[in-house]
């Protein structure tokens, strides 16, 4: 018996079982390893490996990769790492480190996201220089985050804001003036609110309970697409075809002339002003290169925004059908949408990127609208010989068109939200309350994952609409216990398209089935996370061990000052600099193609389904971190 019970932990029936049972690793003799032989299957390396919690095995893949790589003998230094010699170091007196909870609050703009990164500019990146700098973080450990147990609450992606949330690590806090010594290390756009001492075993991610995020939205996202444009075209053709064009037109009556006033208000007068041969030129180029897709003008080739833009919403869909990790920069605009620039030809300077809208944000006076018609303005277009041309040579019709695109942009800005479009966008945000399956929310989830389902607390838009740089804009806040890649933005699309579509709300919930179609996500300009909870923490770890309960409160001054400047502040600044929300739902409105005809009355059918292998839907090792937090 006994050499039976040694053979079965190998090749005989027990296998390699990693119970106690028999002798040593094998398991009990004639079964299948464990503890309790003949309750686990033989497992092989992958399958083993696959056992943990996926952000663990993710993590330490991240930190794999954040490990310094060596060029002739000597470390590479990263993003976020402080060099030191050894003499420095063995220099250094030692002194004890706790583990805390690190309170924060930060505006994205400019940084690649909060998580740490060798090559990137990151949030966590300027935060860990900054705690080496003063003093938190001993100067043996300043070359590896994973040395003081670095561990982030919330994930928030590029461009994506946070008035609150928490870092858990090991902090050398003995100064009473940390917080102060840390924030004279950090720009104005990143603050420390606290340091909270912890229990040992304490895992900021792990132990939040849920959380909070707000998303800031102009109310003209919500206007009806141009009944010129393709998709206005198809939701009036699909209304007729399924006999339910009289409801169509009731859901759309509260902004049924505003296309109509706004030509007469806003476009009328620079027509007034040209020629009548070219006035009517105008208006016809417009209006057919956005149903042709095609330049205005016969010397004028596609510009660099909108090869950009073609691509990406290729790349958007590719990445849903395909279950391909987003590996790809985020678009320009800093929102890592599906669209950058109008179809139509914009003959107009590139969007600015992030670092260069934050050379502007530092104004206390607010940026004017860019005027598309500035004499003195250069821009950049691909022409036969791929040359860079300029705006002074433009045609008399160029010039008129941009004039009058820009005048479209001004009565879009000029919106405001009636009370029975804002109860349906509330109708459509209420849609997403409950535990449902996501899977259309985010990338890289099928349908069958159980990781899909996430439940939401509440979806609320703020009392009353506000009005900043002549724009009205909502706030829409959510409450969940946690968040996919990318599934706020996908959210408040998702809603912003069924309102301006009339779309039933029925919709909605057609998307958590087994069902796959492509939501494009909103720009990451408006997302911020307001804070997250630690409640159970607090009512019972905290007590019993005599430790600060973590509650963003007793900050609240200080947060909603930092808050106002420079997150609100800075949100509105860029989307009246760049226009980001109308380039984003314009472009879908005149993109040509069957991704986006779910929202017709024909339904889901109508629309082109993404579809991919079940291997390739279904995660893998190598995969990004899809349980991430929203970004």
């Not at 104005?188 to 912890?198: C, F, K, N």
């Not at 890289?444 to 740089?469: E, V, Y």
Request: with cysteine; charged share 30%.
């Amino acid at each position: 018996m006994e050499a039976n019970a040694q053979s079965g932990g190998h090749r005989g029936g027990g296998g390699r079982g990693r119970g106690r049972g028999g002798f040593g690793r094998g398991g009990r003799g004639n079964s299948r390893g464990g503890s309790r032989g003949g309750r686990k299957p033989e497992m092989g390396r992958k399958e083993y490996n696959r056992q943990g919690p996926k952000r663990d095995r993710n993590d330490d893949d991240q930190a794999s990769k954040r490990r310094k790589t060596v060029h002739n003998g000597e470390s590479e230094p990263t993003a976020f790492s402080t060099e030191f010699s050894k003499e420095e170091i063995e220099s250094e007196v030692r002194k004890p480190k706790h583990k805390v909870a690190v309170m924060i609050g930060y505006a994205g703009t400019g940084y690649k996201g909060l998580q740490i990164n060798t090559k990137e500019k990151t949030i966590e990146g300027d935060m860990f220089k900054a705690f080496v700098a003063a003093g938190a973080i001993s100067k043996a450990n300043a070359n590896d985050p994973k040395k003081s147990a670095l561990i982030r609450c919330a994930r928030t992606d590029k461009g994506v804001h946070a008035a609150g949330n928490v870092l858990s690590l090991k902090l050398i806090i003995e100064d009473p003036k940390v917080v102060e010594n840390i924030n004279s290390h950090l720009p104005d756009q990143i603050r420390v609110w606290g340091i909270e001492r912890t229990t040992g075993s304490f895992n900021c991610y792990q132990m939040c309970d849920s959380r909070w995020y707000e998303y800031l939205i102009p109310t003209y996202s919500f206007i009806p697409p141009h009944p010129k444009s393709f998709l206005g075209k198809e939701l009036l053709q699909a209304a007729e075809k399924e006999g339910v064009l009289e409801n169509y037109n009731k859901l759309q009556e509260d902004a049924v002339s505003f296309w109509a006033d706004a030509e007469k208000e806003f476009v009328q007068p620079i027509l007034d002003n040209l020629d009548p041969q070219l006035a009517a030129d105008v208006m016809e180029a417009i209006h057919a290169a956005e149903e042709s897709n095609e330049p205005i003008g016969k010397n004028i080739k596609k510009n660099k925004a909108e090869a950009k833009e073609d691509s990406e919403i290729k790349e958007e869909v590719n990445e849903q059908a395909q279950g391909e990790p987003a590996i790809k920069t985020e678009g320009e605009t800093g929102d890592g949408s599906v669209l950058e620039e109008p179809t139509a030809v914009e003959v107009a300077a590139e969007v600015k990127t992030d670092s260069e809208a934050m050379q502007g944000v530092q104004a206390t006076e607010a940026p004017e609208v860019k005027d598309d018609t500035n004499q003195n303005e250069e821009v950049k277009l691909e022409t036969d010989g791929a040359q860079e041309i300029s705006k002074s040579i433009l045609t008399p019709l160029e010039k008129a068109v941009k004039e009058v695109k820009a005048a479209y942009i001004k009565a879009k800005k000029a919106y405001r939200i009636h009370e029975s479009r804002r109860e349906r966008v509330q109708e459509a945000l209420n849609q997403y309350v409950g535990t449902y399956n996501f899977h259309n929310y985010t990338i890289l989830k099928s349908f069958k994952d159980a990781s899909s389902k996430r439940h939401i607390k509440s979806f609320k838009i703020g009392a009353q609409p506000i009005i900043i740089h002549d724009t009205e804009w909502l706030s829409l806040k959510v409450h969940g216990q946690s968040f996919m890649m990318h599934q706020i933005r996908k959210m408040v699309a998702m809603a912003a398209l069924v309102v301006r579509c009339a779309s039933p709300m029925e919709l909605i919930k057609e998307t958590y089935t087994a069902a796959k179609i492509s939501i494009p996500k909103a720009p990451s300009l408006g997302l911020l996370l307001e804070a997250p909870v630690f409640h159970n923490y607090n009512e019972k770890i905290a007590k019993d061990f005599d430790r600060e309960k973590l509650d963003f409160e007793k900050y609240r001054e200080k947060m909603d000052e930092f808050k106002q400047r420079e997150i609100y502040d800075r949100i509105f600044r860029v989307e009246n600099a760049e226009n980001q929300f109308h380039t984003f739902f314009h472009h879908l409105d005149h993109h040509r193609s069957d991704y986006f005809l779910w929202l017709t009355a024909s339904g889901i059918s109508a629309g082109r389904q993404r579809g991919a292998d079940k291997d390739v839907l279904d995660a893998s090792d190598d995969e990004a971190d899809v349980n991430g937090e929203e970004g």
